[in-house]
Nanobody
Framework: QVDLVESGGGLVQPGGSLRLSCPAS????????MGWFRQATGKEREFVAA????????YYADSVKGRFTISKDSAKHTVYLQMNSLIPEDTAIYYC???????????????????WGQGTQVTVSS
């Protein structure tokens, strides 16, 4: 069992920044990938970013590339999502997810992940 608890969401003005955190407890290894996804009201859940515990590679959706940064602290077993230059279109519930032995082609597919947090609301509005 893997438990994920997101935090750091909130209300921010356009152009502002937020940092989401996701500590992972339970049985995760270097084979696990950690992903951030988001779901806006009335829309499908979409990929935001991903990183593997056992690799330095990072992966981003085109819509957030250059604005968002995913990172990890292996000692704390925590994954972060630094979000800069936020725009109203970034408004959504953000979810942290963990998946075991995901190949590259499945990292961006939310159904590939086995474990999910409860989500944290991010609202970008003036």
């Amino acid at each position: 069992q893997v438990d994920l608890v997101e935090s750091g969401g909130g209300l921010v003005q356009p152009g502002g920044s937020l940092r989401l955190s996701c500590p992972a407890s339970g049985r995760t290894s270097s084979n696990y990938a950690m992903g951030w996804f988001r779901q806006a009201t009335g829309k499908e859940r979409e990929f935001v970013a991903a990183i593997r515990w056992g690799s330095a590679y990072t992966y981003y959706a085109d819509s957030v590339k250059g604005r968002f940064t995913i990172s990890k602290d292996s000692a704390k077993h925590t994954v972060y999502l630094q979000m800069n230059s936020l725009i109203p279109e970034d408004t959504a519930i953000y979810y942290c997810a963990a998946g075991n032995r995901l190949i590259l082609s499945t990292l961006r597919i939310w159904t590939s992940y086995d474990h999910w947090g409860q989500g944290t609301q991010v609202t970008v509005s003036s």
